[in-house]
């Protein structure tokens, strides 16, 4: 488990966005009906048999990680309530919780437990339903693999691919963009009916929405990755994942934008795509203003006028000066453009949301397409502590996006060798640093957190 410094950085330095990321995986108290599909895209439409059948001493429920070929604990990992890799299968049991009482009660739903809302994203939804599906399992081992019916025998099979399992339901969780799409429908959310959390919902009480797909997937991660693994599915490229995890949330987030039903709430602009701290600012009524917000130099819009949440523009703005230079100025003109057509019209500003998209989803396409090296790892890192980036890390958000992304690149070089567990320890004290500039997003310290991730960034560069 050494591989995973980032996680346990992540868990002793940042309680407030691990607590937002706990809560994203077990609160999903948003409108899920309970009979919608969990994923915009792709969903498997086979039966879902539950997670009692995986859970066989001779499949993946024994109490030691000793199966000649996969770890087969993988359901006491899924379990165990004493770190995020359990938060799925306590999905279910969150509703019953005092938060969860609170957010029901404030939207005037009945019972958490009960209501359609809750369960899409609480519980596996599943159309169709085997004799061992329960909900109240959460989020089981289906909702993320696939319905199970027409491949739970093969894929045990002696002579078993994973290609054929594929072709019978199973989700190719290797496949960055699949895996992305999977993550996102419930940690971001989807056009479909029920799984959007708005601002009405967050004010109820639901926490803010962030994702970041690497962290995010090593947090949850049930399997090893040995030479066992990697010659039926290849090994993955943690900086890859990370990077197609940003540019597809900047995708969904715009394509949810632009749509008619998730754009507008009555009157006014749907505001869970917006920077949520640009309007929850103190106000102040003096002889002498005083300015809350900073200049941004990606943000050509009016003073006053709220900005759109821009965290995952300004990383994958770091990743395509480096992965991707001949399309990075292209991306960075559709994000001002997108951004000064806010301050038109809806109609302008859908219009660039639709570019910004497709921009965004070219480069998912390039990102999956290929792949990272540590030179890409070292590079992107010193990108995010350039003036170019470092300047438009003005905002809560955009800089929880960006010490997450440190992290994740710095464990990315540990695993590849490229820095040792020394010295990764040295440059996460600074990491940890930028942590706790946002540990409080009432009490953001943006100067602070420049400081502490170009420390971060400087000491990296002098290992490479």
Same mark, same amino acid.
């Given at each position: 488990?050494?591989?995973?410094?980032?996680?346990?950085?992540? @868990?002793?330095?940042?309680?407030?966005?691990?607590?937002?990321?706990?809560?994203?995986?077990?609160?999903?108290?948003?409108?899920?009906?309970? @009979?919608?599909?969990?994923?915009?895209?792709?969903?498997?439409?086979?039966?879902?048999?539950?997670?009692?059948?995986?859970?066989?001493?001779?499949?993946?429920?024994?109490?030691?990680?000793?199966?000649?070929?996969?770890?087969?604990?993988?359901? @006491?990992?899924?379990?165990?309530?004493?770190?995020?890799?359990?938060?799925?299968? +306590?999905?279910?049991?969150?509703?019953?919780?005092?938060?969860?009482?609170?957010?029901?009660?404030?939207? /005037?739903?009945?019972?958490?437990?009960?209501?359609?809302?809750?369960?899409?994203?609480?519980?596996?939804?599943?159309?169709?339903? /085997?004799?061992?599906?329960? =909900?109240?399992?959460?989020?089981?081992?289906?909702?993320?693999?696939?319905?199970?019916?027409?491949?739970?025998?093969?894929?045990?099979?002696?002579? !078993?691919?994973?290609?054929?399992?594929?072709?019978?339901?199973?989700?190719? =969780?290797?496949?960055?963009?699949?895996?992305?799409?999977?993550?996102?429908?419930?940690?971001?959310?989807?056009?479909? +009916?029920?799984?959007?959390?708005?601002?009405?919902?967050?004010?109820?009480?639901?926490?803010?929405?962030? #994702?970041?797909?690497?962290?995010?997937?090593?947090? *949850? *991660?049930?399997?090893?990755?040995?030479?066992?693994?990697?010659?039926?599915?290849?090994?993955?490229?943690?900086?890859?994942?990370?990077?197609?995890?940003?540019?597809?949330?900047?995708?969904?987030?715009?394509?949810?934008? !632009?749509?008619?039903?998730?754009?507008?709430?009555?009157?006014?602009?749907?505001?869970?795509?917006?920077?949520?701290?640009?309007?929850?600012?103190?106000?102040?009524?003096?002889?002498?203003?005083?300015?809350? /917000?900073?200049?941004?130099?990606?943000?050509?819009?009016?003073?006053?006028?709220?900005?759109?949440?821009?965290?995952?523009?300004?990383?994958?703005?770091?990743?395509?000066?480096?992965?991707?230079?001949?399309? !990075?100025?292209?991306?960075?003109?559709?994000?001002?453009?997108?951004?000064?057509?806010?301050?038109?019209?809806?109609?302008?500003?859908?219009?660039?949301?639709?570019? @910004?998209?497709?921009?965004?989803?070219?480069?998912?396409?390039?990102?999956?397409? /290929?792949?990272?090296?540590?030179? *890409?790892? #070292?590079?992107?890192?010193?990108?995010? !502590?350039?003036?170019?980036?470092?300047?438009?890390?003005?905002?809560?958000?955009?800089?929880?996006?960006?010490?997450?992304?440190?992290?994740?690149?710095?464990?990315?070089?540990?695993?590849?060798?490229?820095?040792?567990?020394?010295?990764?320890?040295?440059?996460?004290?600074?990491?940890?640093?930028?942590?706790?500039?946002?540990?409080?997003?009432?009490?953001?310290?943006?100067?602070?957190?420049?400081?502490?991730?170009?420390?971060?960034?400087?000491?990296?560069?002098?290992?490479?």
């Amino acid at each position: 488990m050494a591989e995973f410094g980032k996680s346990r950085a992540f @868990l002793k330095v940042m309680p407030g966005v691990l607590l937002t990321l706990c809560i994203l995986i077990l609160l999903m108290a948003v409108v899920f009906p309970i @009979l919608s599909p969990v994923r915009a895209k792709g969903a498997s439409d086979n039966t879902h048999l539950g997670v009692a059948s995986c859970a066989g001493s001779t499949c993946h429920g024994r109490l030691e990680a000793d199966g000649a070929v996969v770890r087969q604990d993988e359901v @006491l990992r899924w379990q165990e309530p004493s770190s995020p890799a359990g938060k799925h299968s +306590q999905a279910y049991s969150a509703l019953l919780g005092k938060r969860s009482e609170q957010i029901a009660r404030n939207l /005037g739903i009945g019972k958490a437990s009960s209501a359609p809302m809750c369960l899409g994203c609480h519980a596996t939804p599943a159309t169709s339903r /085997g004799n061992n599906f329960q =909900l109240t399992d959460g989020v089981g081992c289906e909702s993320c693999h696939g319905g199970a019916s027409n491949w739970i025998a093969s894929h045990y099979a002696v002579g !078993a691919s994973h290609a054929n399992n594929v072709a019978r339901g199973m989700t190719p =969780l290797e496949n960055p963009k699949v895996h992305a799409a999977v993550c996102l429908d419930c940690h971001f959310g989807s056009a479909a +009916q029920g799984q959007f959390v708005n601002h009405r919902i967050m004010a109820a009480g639901h926490p803010r929405i962030s #994702f970041e797909l690497d962290l995010f997937s090593s947090l *949850q *991660q049930h399997h090893n990755e040995d030479a066992d693994y990697a010659a039926r599915k290849g090994r993955t490229d943690h900086v890859q994942l990370w990077a197609v995890g940003q540019a597809l949330a900047l995708k969904r987030s715009l394509d949810l934008y !632009a749509s008619a039903s998730r754009g507008t709430e009555g009157a006014f602009p749907e505001f869970y795509f917006f920077d949520c701290h640009s309007c929850h600012r103190r106000i102040y009524d003096q002889a002498d203003a005083v300015k809350t /917000g900073a200049n941004n130099p990606g943000r050509p819009i009016p003073e006053g006028m709220p900005p759109y949440n821009d965290e995952n523009m300004i990383m994958l703005s770091a990743a395509a000066r480096i992965t991707a230079p001949a399309s !990075a100025g292209q991306f960075d003109k559709a994000s001002k453009d997108f951004h000064a057509a806010l301050a038109l019209d809806r109609s302008s500003a859908i219009a660039a949301a639709k570019r @910004l998209s497709i921009a965004a989803d070219n480069l998912a396409d390039n990102f999956a397409s /290929g792949s990272f090296g540590s030179s *890409q790892a #070292f590079a992107i890192i010193e990108t995010i !502590a350039t003036e170019a980036i470092a300047a438009r890390l003005t905002d809560y958000e955009g800089s929880v996006q960006a010490v997450m992304a440190v992290d994740t690149l710095l464990s990315a070089l540990v695993r590849s060798g490229n820095i040792t567990q020394g010295a990764a320890a040295g440059i996460r004290a600074n990491v940890n640093r930028a942590y706790n500039a946002v540990r409080d997003p009432n009490a953001y310290r943006p100067s602070e957190f420049r400081s502490s991730i170009g420390a971060a960034a400087s000491a990296v560069r002098s290992l490479r």
